[in-house]
């Protein structure tokens, strides 16, 4: 299954809402997790099953969609936001990531 | 706490092999399926493979399918990547990270910090 983010960047000023979409190759029902990743770190989980918070992750953080099309949205982005972000699809094997979609500092 | 820790990375030549090592420790390792990720210079995340929690179970990417084989020790608390037939494109960083209960289960919010491999001659 091919996943597919856009933009494959953007830049945006703190307090910004930013939406991050991705598009499976086919359907996958809501198994769709998305991480964050800041650079030298390892990716942390913020959602699964599309739109489950992970723990501690805060809520400005939401995910939505389903079927093929999914979201990631930050309704205002905060200093330590910047970082990129790749969905991963758990629908089957093998699992797949998407590009991902770097957010950098306006 | 939950830690996972790689070892084993470095620089090997084309064509040879080399076996990375995960040590989990902070929870009950056999039952959680794990994951192995990769991320190349430079570039995004790929999925790997996984194993499941009795190491009977094991799926992974069509890019290394036929090369890579993990396997785990439960009585080690330990997961394996070996690699074998070594491309330069498999240069990364490793990463192992914990799955489920389950095996359609995600990828959970505990990885470790990463190996290098580097592939060159």
């Known amino acids: 299954i091919r996943m597919t983010q856009s933009p494959s960047s953007l830049s945006a000023s703190v307090g910004d809402r930013v939406t991050i979409t991705c598009r499976a190759s086919q359907a996958i029902g809501n198994e769709l997790g998305w991480y964050q990743q800041k650079p030298g770190k390892a990716p942390k989980l913020l959602i699964y099953a599309t739109s489950s918070l992970s723990s501690g992750v805060p809520s400005r953080f939401s995910g939505s969609g389903s079927g093929t099309d999914f979201t990631l949205t930050i309704s205002s982005l905060q200093p330590e936001d910047f970082a990129t972000y790749y969905c991963l699809q758990d629908y089957n094997y093998p699992y797949t990531f998407g590009q991902g979609t770097k957010v950098e500092i306006k | 706490q939950v830690q996972l820790v790689e070892s084993g990375g470095g620089v090997v030549q084309p064509g040879r092999s080399l076996r990375l090592s995960c040590a989990a420790s902070?929870?009950?390792?056999?039952?959680?399926?794990i994951h192995w990720v990769r991320q190349a210079p430079g570039t995004g995340l790929e999925w790997v493979g996984v194993v499941s929690q009795d190491g009977i179970i094991q799926f992974y990417a069509d890019s290394v399918k036929g090369r890579f084989t993990i396997s785990r020790d439960n009585s080690r608390n330990t997961l394996y990547l070996q690699m074998n037939s070594l491309r330069a494109e498999d240069a990364a960083v490793y990463y192992c990270?914990?799955?489920?209960?389950?095996?359609?289960?995600?990828?959970?919010?505990?990885w470790g910090q990463g190996t290098p491999v580097t592939v060159s001659s």
């Open positions: 902070g929870f009950l390792f056999t039952s959680y399926v």
């Open positions: 990270a914990r799955g489920g209960l389950n095996i359609a289960a995600t990828i959970e919010d505990y």
